[in-house]
């Protein structure tokens, strides 16, 4: 069963269209998180959920919008794709908050290629 | 807020060699500091970390290494193999906050030749 799961795998599409990303989650956690990973490999935290609610909104352009229907789902739509938007997108989960941990278990990605 | 630093950004190692990767973080209340790997093409996946309450922790050929004081922890990875070839990632959290934050440093590729 795979614990945490991204649609598409791969999305290339026109500067200008929007577009969305989904994913999904079954390990029961409450709380899930969008990344982008640029052509340098560094990872950024973009949006955080916990049990629906926002809870980690970064420094992003108002064209990127998270939206959680439920804690098991997290999707990102994102408006006006732009050159720059060409990324692998993360969708990650983690355990419940506590004192001792907070592992994150991430999709396999979505490579967005933007022409 | 918090600011971590990771180096080197790529290590070439020969087989059967030791690595290490190093990072910094900025903010004394992070308590908890995962490393990840992420292979080519695939998903970053947690290998190891460790908790500000303990200085040293060991996973067959992998530890991980924190001082408090200086606010840095390493990696060390023993006797290298080829499939030890990936992306590492260190991260810093403040667990008793509200967020669960991961900030990752800027990555280390790690070459291991056979």
């Known amino acids: 069963d795979t614990a945490v799961s991204q649609t598409p795998k791969y999305l290339v599409t026109q500067m200008g269209n929007d577009k969305s990303i989904k994913c999904e989650q079954n390990?029961?956690?409450?709380?899930m998180y969008w990344y982008k990973q640029d052509s340098k490999k560094f990872l950024k935290i973009m949006f955080s959920?916990?049990?629906?609610?926002?809870?980690i909104n970064e420094t992003v352009p108002n064209r990127f919008s998270p939206k959680s229907p439920d804690k098991a789902h997290l999707n990102l739509h994102i408006n006006s794709l732009e050159l720059g938007d060409s990324a692998v997108y993360f969708c990650a989960s983690s355990t419940p908050r506590g004192l001792w941990s907070n592992e994150q278990f991430f999709g396999p990605g979505t490579r967005l290629t933007v022409l | 807020g918090e600011n971590v630093e990771q180096h080197p950004s790529t290590l070439s190692v020969q087989e059967g060699d030791s690595a290490v990767i190093k990072c910094t973080y900025s903010d004394s209340a992070s308590n908890y500091f995962p490393w990840y790997k992420q292979e080519l093409g695939k998903r970053p996946q947690l290998i190891i970390d460790?908790?500000?309450?303990?200085g040293e922790k060991k996973d067959q050929r992998i530890a991980v290494t924190l001082n408090k004081t200086a606010k840095h922890f390493s990696l060390h990875i023993t006797e290298t193999q080829p499939e030890d070839s990936a992306v590492y990632f260190c991260?810093?959290?403040?667990?008793?906050?509200?967020?669960?934050?991961?900030?990752f440093g800027q990555g280390t590729t790690l070459q291991v030749k056979p």
């Open positions: 991260a810093a959290s403040e667990t008793s906050g509200n967020t669960g934050k991961l900030i």
């Open positions: 390990l029961g956690h409450d709380t």
């Open positions: 959920y916990n049990n629906k609610e926002l809870i």
């Open positions: 460790i908790r500000s309450n303990v």
